[in-house]
């Protein structure tokens, strides 16, 4: 149908440089509160790593998990937070298909994600810990009243392959009253055509139907023979040498067995967690009073650029547009050859 060909158009169009362009781009911009976007759940997870060739850093928030000892203080002085959990070189897939029509569903493409690189400054690599607080006579230390140990984990993954089925509902009683001024405006200093955010993070987001954007498929799918060792640095008293050893044991069968449930975990939780984020995004831009784009100035006026003459350099560029490409022979653009070629295919009609 036409709209599986529009798709497969669009798909070709993405490459993997683009989406690591954009990428870089989100990990390196800041949320505006005063302008909010639909790219700021993921602005807030992305960064640029500025000690590793500036490779982009998605870090994921888990002091939800934190132990509060006010609330649950079964442990006299035991107090636990959590690292962020970090992956580096988010940016570094060796191989990337997006939007391709999915035949089996509607309004569904499907996209893939391949990492299978080998080079330590390309490798995925994942870290997690957690600082540990504890009174010291728990442990039948009398000296020191509180031990601190801090502990962080690292594994490289050198091969996962994500699967991902995207849905997307547009109203079409919506999407035709959506003018192309409300989507680009003209860049007046770059004279380039580009997004207006109004459109991008309102009108836009506008059209989809409740519910119409989800993921039915979130899927990582990882081999324990490509993840490493786990590497344990710590910080600390609280532990032992030989009770650290016995932790790098415990995580590399933890990690290897986990490996093997990872794409029921993304499919399930991490997925329904990511539906409803959007979702909650969605119902918010839904509230709002999207902007009008403004009409340019035609009027002449000092304050309008592109006919006032005074201002304007429009016409010194049709000059030099027709002195230097339409007139001069053998020119790409020769007005009198284009002339030429089109009465010698009309006499040939």
């Known amino acids: 149908s036409d709209a599986y060909e529009f798709i497969s158009i669009l798909s070709e169009s993405v490459t993997p440089e683009n989406v690591r362009s954009s990428m870089i781009t989100l990990a390196n911009s800041t949320v505006d509160p005063a302008s909010p976007s639909v790219f700021d759940p993921l602005i807030e997870i992305l960064s640029l790593d500025e000690n590793l060739n500036g490779s982009v850093i998605l870090s994921i928030d888990l002091s939800s998990l ?69 009174a010291g006579v728990v442990i039948g230390d009398l000296v020191n009243p509180i031990l601190r140990e801090s502990i962080s984990t690292t594994i490289e993954i050198s091969e996962v392959d994500i699967e991902v089925l995207l849905s997307v509902a547009v109203d079409p009683d919506k999407l035709k009253n959506v003018l192309m001024g409300d989507i680009f405006e003209f860049d007046f200093e770059t004279e380039l055509m580009t997004l207006r955010n109004e459109g991008l993070n309102c009108t836009l987001p506008q ?125 790409p653009l020769d007005i009198n050859n284009l002339l030429r070629s089109a009465e010698f295919v009309t006499e040939g009609i």
């Open 66 to 134: 934190d132990y509060d000892p006010e609330v649950e203080g079964l442990i006299e002085g035991l107090k636990v937070n959590f690292h962020p959990l970090t992956i580096r070189n988010v940016e570094n897939f060796d191989t990337i298909k997006l939007i391709q029509p999915f035949l089996d569903a509607n309004f569904t493409t499907e996209n893939n994600f391949v990492y299978n690189n080998a080079d330590p400054e390309r490798i995925l690599t994942v870290e997690f810990g957690v600082d540990i607080e504890v």
């Open 207 to 331: 059209t989809i139907y409740p519910g119409g954007f989800h993921f039915p498929q979130l899927q990582f799918l990882v081999k324990d023979s490509v993840i490493s060792t786990p590497k344990t640095v710590v910080n600390g008293t609280l532990f032992s040498e030989e009770l650290l050893g016995v932790v790098d044991s415990f995580l590399d069968i933890f990690i290897r067995a986990f490996s093997k449930e990872l794409p029921n975990v993304t499919q399930g939780p991490v997925r329904q967690l990511v539906n409803q984020l959007i979702a909650d995004t969605l119902l918010e831009i839904g509230l709002r009073e999207c902007k009008d784009f403004e009409i340019p100035d035609f009027s002449g006026l000092p304050t309008g650029r592109t006919f006032n003459f005074e201002t304007s350099d429009l016409s010194d560029e049709i000059d030099f547009f027709i002195q230097n490409d339409l007139l001069p022979p053998g020119k």
